[in-house]
């Protein structure tokens, strides 16, 4: 990814994620508690995985290639996480819900989503 203002663009979406899981933790008992603590940091971090995957990956493969690498492997290790709480592996969470699954989904389509049209649209405007 050589265009600055996609690397900028992902940097701060970083941040806000950042900034959201620091606010709305474990502590978090506001509007939408089950939701939010639930599964809103469930599809925020796959958005995140995906789009931090895709400023190292495009420096490696095509753009296309890229994606498909980063929404795989970005679900697989949601799926992997899922598995590990199942087992009563506690890695990244200790509770199974078989909803994180969809909420991963959620998360990476978002991410390709926002790379497809924001991300697509920096890296077009870099090129001219």
């Keep these: 990814m050589k265009n600055k203002k996609s690397i900028y663009f992902i940097v701060f979406i970083s941040l ?7 606010l709305f933790g474990p502590n978090y008992h506001g509007a939408f508690e089950k ?3 639930g599964y809103l940091i469930d599809i925020l971090l796959p958005l995140d995985l995906y ?30 996480v899922e598995i590990l709480q199942l087992n009563k592996v506690s890695i990244f969470g200790s509770t199974y819900d078989p909803l994180d699954i969809l909420m991963y989904g959620i998360g990476v ?3 390709v989503l926002i ?13 001219k």
């Design 16 to 22: 806000f994620v950042g900034l959201l899981h620091f």
């Design 35 to 37: 939701f939010i603590r």
């Design 51 to 80: 789009l931090l995957l895709q400023i190292s990956l495009r420096d490696w493969v095509a753009v296309p290639k890229a994606r498909f690498i980063g929404a795989g492997f970005t679900f697989c290790f949601g799926i992997l």
């Design 109 to 111: 389509g978002l991410g």
């Design 115 to 127: 790379d497809l049209t924001i991300i697509n649209r920096f890296e077009m405007m870099g090129r």
